[in-house]
C-alpha cells in the first residue's frame, strides 16, 4: 500500500502541485510538515500496512525453528521506493532539479565539476513503521554523486579519501526556504520520476557476520559461506529459496542493502582498514557492522541516467553520525 500524504519532495497531487506554483510564485519552496500543507480527506488517511513478511515466511517454510528465529531476528523493515502511478502522491524524486537553501551551492568536487542529482527524499512522509533507525522525521535529504559528466576521467571510489568527495547528503532541515536550483551547464538533468513508499522486510546479505552466526554457528573467526552444495543439508532448501527471492534491487531507504555483489559494508570499510585485514577477519567484521544503509538507489536503461546500466548507489552511514545528523560521513559505493 502507497502512502497518501502530501509531499513537497515532488508530490505529483493536485494539493501538491498548487502548493509549489504558489510557492515558486513568491520566489521561494520550503520543506513544511506535510501534514500541514493541506487536510487529507478522511478516505485517503494513511493506514500502517502490514509489512509485508516474505523473508520471515520463507525461513518458516525452509529452516528448522531454532534457526529460523534466530534468522528472523535479523530481520529490519525498510522503505521500499517504486515508481508512483495513476496519481499516487510521490514521497521520494529520481533526478529533476534539487530544491537547494539560497546559502547551499550546487555541490561540487573540485576540479572534476558538480555532482548531479540523483534523488531527493521527504522524510516526513515516509512510513515511520518502516524506519527503526533514527532518520530525521522532517526535511528532505538530497542525494548527490558525480557521473562523469563533467569529467570523464573521475569517478567515485572509496580507494581514497578523496574518491569520496565525488559524493554528497544533503539534509534540508524542516522550514527551511528552498527554491529549484539551474542544473550546471556541463550536466544534462536527469528525467524526474516521483516514487512513492511501502513499508516491507529487509534481509541481510547471506555473507554479513550476524548471518554466518545465526545459521552457521560462526563464532567471529571469520570465513567464507560455504559453496551451497556443500552447506548443511537443513539450510540447502532456505539457500535456494533466499536466492530466487532476492532478484529485484531497486530503490530503497532504511533497512538492509539488496546488493548486486555481495554485501556494502564490507567496501565501505576500505577507507578505514584498506589492505591490512583480509575480508571476514574479525576487525573487517567488527567494523563492517558498524554501518548502516541510509539510502540505495537502482540505475537502469529507464533512468537515462549517466552512471551506466545495470547499476546500483548505496549510501551507508554510521548509527552515531545517522543520530547526530552528521551526513557529511556518509559514504557512497556503487555495484554493477
Do not use: K
Not at 111 to 132: M, Q, T, W
Not at 294 to 305: G, K
Request: contains cysteine; glycine residues 8%.
Amino acid at each position: 500500500m502507497a502512502r497518501s500524504r502530501m509531499s513537497t519532495a515532488g508530490g505529483s497531487g493536485a494539493g501538491s502541485a498548487a502548493f509549489r506554483r504558489e510557492a515558486q510564485a513568491a520566489g521561494r519552496l520550503s520543506y513544511p510538515d506535510v501534514a500541514a500543507i493541506a487536510p487529507i480527506p478522511s478516505s485517503r488517511r494513511y493506514a500502517p500496512p502490514m509489512i509485508e513478511d516474505r523473508y520471515s515466511s520463507l525461513a518458516a517454510d525452509h529452516l528448522p525453528e531454532a534457526l529460523a528465529s534466530r534468522w528472523t531476528a535479523l530481520l529490519r523493515p525498510s522503505a521500499r521506493l517504486r515508481r508512483a502511478v495513476d496519481g499516487e502522491e510521490a514521497v521520494a524524486v529520481l533526478g529533476g532539479v534539487p530544491d537547494l537553501p539560497a546559502d547551499v551551492a550546487w555541490p561540487e568536487w573540485p576540479p572534476h565539476g558538480p555532482l548531479s542529482f540523483v534523488a531527493s527524499v521527504d522524510c516526513a512522509a515516509l512510513p515511520r513503521e518502516a524506519l527503526v533507525e533514527p532518520f530525521p522525521r522532517g526535511g528532505a535529504l538530497l542525494f548527490f554523486a558525480f557521473d562523469g559528466q563533467a569529467d570523464s576521467d573521475a569517478f567515485v571510489s572509496l580507494d581514497t579519501p578523496e574518491g569520496q568527495m565525488g559524493q554528497r547528503v544533503l539534509h534540508i532541515p524542516h522550514g527551511t526556504p528552498v527554491s529549484p536550483a539551474p542544473t550546471p551547464p556541463q550536466l544534462r538533468a536527469q528525467p524526474r520520476v516521483g516514487l512513492v513508499a511501502e513499508p516491507e522486510q529487509s534481509a541481510p546479505d547471506l555473507g554479513l557476520p550476524p548471518v554466518r552466526a545465526a545459521l552457521l554457528g560462526d563464532t567471529g573467526d571469520g570465513g567464507d559461506w560455504p559453496d551451497p552444495r556443500r552447506a548443511p543439508a537443513e539450510l540447502r532448501p532456505f539457500l535456494r529459496a533466499f536466492n530466487r527471492l532476492r532478484g529485484h534491487i531497486g530503490h530503497q531507504f532504511g533497512g538492509h542493502a539488496l546488493p548486486i555483489q555481495g554485501p556494502v559494508e564490507y567496501e565501505v570499510t576500505y577507507p578505514d582498514l584498506g589492505d591490512t585485514h583480509s575480508w571476514g577477519d574479525r576487525f573487517h567484521d567488527e567494523e563492517a557492522q558498524r554501518w548502516l544503509l541510509l539510502a540505495q538507489f537502482e540505475i537502469d536503461a529507464a533512468t537515462e541516467t549517466s552512471y551506466g546500466d545495470d547499476r546500483a548507489l548505496y549510501w551507508l552511514i554510521r548509527p552515531e553520525d545517522l543520530a547526530a545528523r552528521r551526513f557529511d560521513r556518509a559514504r557512497l559505493t556503487v555495484q554493477c
